[in-house]
């Protein structure tokens, strides 16, 4: 998957309405955009995991596997960009990057535990064998636990910010995010509702757990990096809510809709898992309207910043409409 | 295993030297200080993960059963006692409890990672089922990962210390004590030792790493906490690095001498799955003394902080004379 072809727009009449009143201008800054900070925060992460010698190395191996080589780079790419309508230049980005870096490390780690033969037994991630298939699973357990402990190491160093209560503001919110009451707790509602029909606000609380916490994080992220005022972080959170709940809409519209080669992953599993998703209670039309509904939300939440959150703005349209 | 049971003097002439001149009362102190700490950091650990309704009880629950029901406590009870080094009272006591708590949780998800079928494969833990065996495997790892996301965000919250700067420092020591170049990475050296043999340097370096580093983090901690000088705060981690090896000596030791019923779990696993041990490459009697070496310069460390560390000198001595 490149970013390219990720940010390809859907053919489909209802989900393209999302376009309508935009130059093409806009797709073109968005992808632009989207492929510079994918290269600046996968050159972070390089930085962050360096390769070490001895026999400890097959964990870092697999720390590095799991965490580099691409992916969309949603959450990094909203750590960011968040952050640079609060501040600008080298030293801003850099440190924007490190928390880029921090968020998708701990959203490798899950996908590395959620791939396990325990748990939703994926052989492929984005096209590649999955960690445990590529390693083993001792090793994947290991360096999905390591890639947690090293997102919370690197938000605690000074280099992320020279005022400690904004590396504590930013642990506690990655681990209120990712925690039993966030991702960990939505993983484990999915799991147990496999094979039995979950209500749509079931399926809604679900994903507002089991992806939306920690999108809306990295929005959250960004806002906290700025030192942004209460007002503006609460903005920022309803618009990665909102993005992240439209974002898992679109997820279950691909996997019902897209083919494997699309997807770099196994398609219609969710279906033969006989998961309860936005799909199955909504309809294919059904779930893009949804979707469109809570990008639009997201949207209208940016007033305040203008001009430059144009790219946010863009990105809001881009996760309902992505193709994979 | 009651903490009773688990300071009951051991019968070995070797092991016992360490006691001579030693007054009765000063086993009795310790295992009064022991007991009442060990009582407090398992309501703190109560009071820290409490009992949610809804789908994600589960995890929870398997959170719950994995931290609380005992075992020795001894991570929190070196920060406690360690931090009463610096400061008494009440506010003080329940702040070091958090962090106390904070470390037992971190223990408790390597240990419920450490017993799956994919790492040691272990059916028994402190004698009752391990958690995979109580919930399931899924369940397991998602406990597992959730309860290292509550030691770090209890860390982050500001009842754990006004300071942030103590905040982040407590995060950023517990980060490198547990991570791949810590905890992870001995365990990921474990695993690959396992059916090959391993020099003592390489047997020395495993255990600094997989039990070591969080034992001296856990003194360390302590020290953190109390704000401690930088000479102050290298003692205590001198200390709590020695009695660390030391403990895992003396582990090495009852596994190879004990019998499944004093340890709680099943014993002799290490020669069965062939691991180089201590005592694999000192002997019983070599391996002891090593670990009276190590538990004598240990108390040495703490020359400085006088009568107020007599506790501290005590738990050397029973690190190395457990009988469980």
Not at 39 to 50: G, T
Not at 69 to 86: I, N, S, T
Not at 141 to 153: K, S, V
């Amino acid at each position: 998957m490149t970013i390219t072809g990720a940010v390809q727009r859907t053919a489909s009449p209802v989900a393209s309405q999302g376009l309508e009143g935009n130059s093409a201008g806009d797709g073109v800054a968005l992808r632009a955009s989207l492929r510079d900070r994918a290269a600046a925060i996968e050159a972070a992460v390089d930085a962050l995991i360096p390769a070490v010698p001895g026999p400890e190395a097959r964990v870092v191996d697999a720390m590095r596997y799991a965490t580099l080589g691409g992916g969309k780079r949603l959450r990094g790419y909203l750590v960011a960009e968040v952050a640079a309508l609060f501040a600008e230049g080298a030293d801003a980005d850099a440190r924007a990057y490190r928390v880029s870096a921090s968020v998708e490390m701990l959203h490798a780690y899950s996908l590395v535990h959620d791939d396990l033969p325990a748990m939703d037994d994926d052989d492929l991630r984005r096209g590649q064998p999955s960690t445990h298939r590529k390693f083993d699973e001792a090793t994947a357990i290991l360096a999905g636990d390591a890639l947690q402990t090293r997102a919370f190491e690197i938000l605690a160093e000074t280099a992320t910010h020279s005022d400690a209560v904004v590396r504590t503001d930013l642990v506690l919110a990655l681990a209120r995010a990712s925690g039993a009451a966030g991702m960990v707790g939505g993983q484990m509602i999915d799991m147990e509702g496999e094979g039995r029909s979950l209500s749509l606000e079931e399926v809604r609380h679900l994903h507002a757990l089991k992806t939306g916490r920690l999108i809306q994080y990295s929005a959250e992220a960004g806002a906290i990096l700025g030192q942004a005022t209460t007002e503006q972080r609460e903005r920022l959170a309803a618009y990665g809510r909102d993005i992240g709940a439209a974002f898992q809409i679109a997820d279950d519209v691909l996997d019902a809709t897209a083919s494997a080669e699309e997807l770099g992953k196994t398609a219609g599993k969710d279906l033969a898992a006989e998961k309860s998703t936005f799909v199955a209670l909504l309809g294919v039309d059904g779930a893009r309207r949804e979707a469109e509904a809570l990008a639009r939300r997201a949207t209208e939440a940016l007033a305040p910043f203008g001009e430059k959150a144009e790219r946010l703005r863009d990105l809001a349209r881009y996760v309902v409409e992505r193709r994979s």
